[in-house]
T-cell receptor, first 114, second 116 residues
Framework: DTAVSQTPKYLVTQMGNDKSIKCEQN?????MYWYKQDSKKFLKIMFS???????INETVPNRFSPKSPDKAHLNLHINSLELGDSAVYFC?????????????FGQGTRLTVV | GQQLNQSPQSMFIQEGEDVSMNCTSS?????WLWYKQEPGEGPVLLIA?????ELTSNGRLTAQFGITRKDSFLNISASIPSDVGIYFC????????????????FGQGTILTVHP
């Protein structure tokens, strides 16, 4: 019964393709995030959604488009994939509205663009 | 933007030794969090600190929120092989309704290796 689950765990694709990563949380949290971890293990926030509303967009290229159909789901769609997009993408959630910034992370999606 | 400097970058220790790592920032945070990441997994929360000066323990782990709100440390006592992993500090400064609310800024991580 995974708290934050994302699929797929591994994604290998060619340059120029469009791909999506899905995320679901069953913690009842109001805020969800996408973080990117590069090859040096550095974690950086990309987006956050609070109750389906975009709150944070950290100057991510327009090719990345998050979508939150409801507050338990936050998907990430990437258009025209580039080699530099290869990384591990983590979904996370927290109950930010309650002043709780403790984020719970999914297992990650390792994206490899060839 | 806010940046966290985490040190050391890596540690190689013998089982049973104590470990200490820290994070410093040029700006203040309202919350400090410590996470551990194992290979192929996402970061797992170890300790959360919400008040300046707060000292909190979780088993063999102890973390403190610096008085200046610009630093935090994590200690692991009597290390064991399963302590191996990457430890991250993370800070939060956002406020309700603000554009950074919920955003965590991460340190570069400390890679811990424990030799049996």
């Amino acid at each position: 019964d995974t708290a934050v689950s994302q699929t797929p765990k591994y994604l290998v694709t060619q340059m120029g393709n469009d791909k999506s990563i899905k995320c679901e949380q069953n913690l009842g949290h109001d805020t969800m995030y996408w973080y990117k971890q590069d090859s040096k293990k550095f974690l950086k926030i990309m987006f956050s959604y609070n109750n389906k509303e975009l709150i944070i967009n950290e100057t991510v290229p327009n090719r990345f488009s998050p979508k939150s159909p409801d507050k338990a789901h936050l998907n990430l769609h990437i258009n025209s994939l580039e080699l530099g997009d290869s990384a591990v993408y983590f979904c996370a959630s927290s109950q930010a509205d309650a002043g709780n910034t403790e984020a719970f992370f999914g297992q990650g999606t390792r994206l490899t663009v060839v | 933007g806010q940046q966290l400097n985490q040190s050391p970058q890596s540690m190689f220790i013998q089982e049973g030794e104590d470990v200490s790592m820290n994070c410093t920032s040029s700006s203040i945070f309202n919350t400090w969090l410590w996470y551990k990441q194992e290979p192929g997994e996402g970061p797992v929360l170890l300790i959360a600190l919400y008040k300046a000066g707060e000292l909190t323990s979780n088993g063999r782990l102890t973390a403190q929120f610096g008085i200046t709100r610009k630093d935090s440390f994590l200690n692991i006592s009597a290390s064991i092989p399963s302590d191996v992993g990457i430890y991250f500090c993370a800070g939060h400064y956002g406020y309700a309704g603000g554009t950074s609310y919920g955003k965590l800024t991460f340190g570069q991580g400390t890679i811990l290796t424990v030799h049996p």
